[in-house]
Nanobody, 121 residues
Framework: QEQLVESGGGLVQPGGSLRLSCVASGNIFTIYLMRWYRQAPGKEREIVAT????????SYADSVKGRFIISRDNVKNTVYLQMNSLKPEDTAVYYC??????????????WGQGTQVTVSS
């Protein structure tokens, strides 16, 4: 059973940094992309950053450009989100998302369970 497991959330002061990790495991044949989304209380889930798995540049939401960096480790099937200069408005549950497939099957969409990031003094 394929799954995504996030880690690295927590409480940080404004201006601080956190690094989130997301590991994909299971009977994975191909990963097409991995993304980070976030959902703040009372708001819709929004995309934060996207990492193509076989090449191509990452992309970011305007609200995090210049502050967040998405990176990947292809060997470990892991995507990271380095979050710098955090603001209170970055407070949200952060979700890892991936499009991946088993051998001989169509790509499917997978979600992690989410990790809470709270930016507060």
């Amino acid at each position: 059973q394929e799954q995504l497991v996030e880690s690295g959330g927590g409480l940080v002061q404004p201006g601080g940094s956190l690094r989130l990790s997301c590991v994909a495991s299971g009977n994975i044949f191909t990963i097409y992309l991995m993304r980070w989304y976030r959902q703040a209380p009372g708001k819709e889930r929004e995309i934060v950053a996207t990492m193509p798995w076989s090449g191509g540049p990452p992309s970011y939401a305007d609200s995090v450009k210049g502050r967040f960096i998405i990176s990947r480790d292809n060997v470990k099937n892991t995507v990271y989100l380095q979050m710098n200069s955090l603001k209170p408005e970055d407070t949200a549950v952060y979700y890892c998302n991936s499009v991946m497939s088993r051998r001989g099957t169509l790509p499917q969409n997978f979600w992690g369970q989410g990790t809470q990031v709270t930016v507060s003094s």
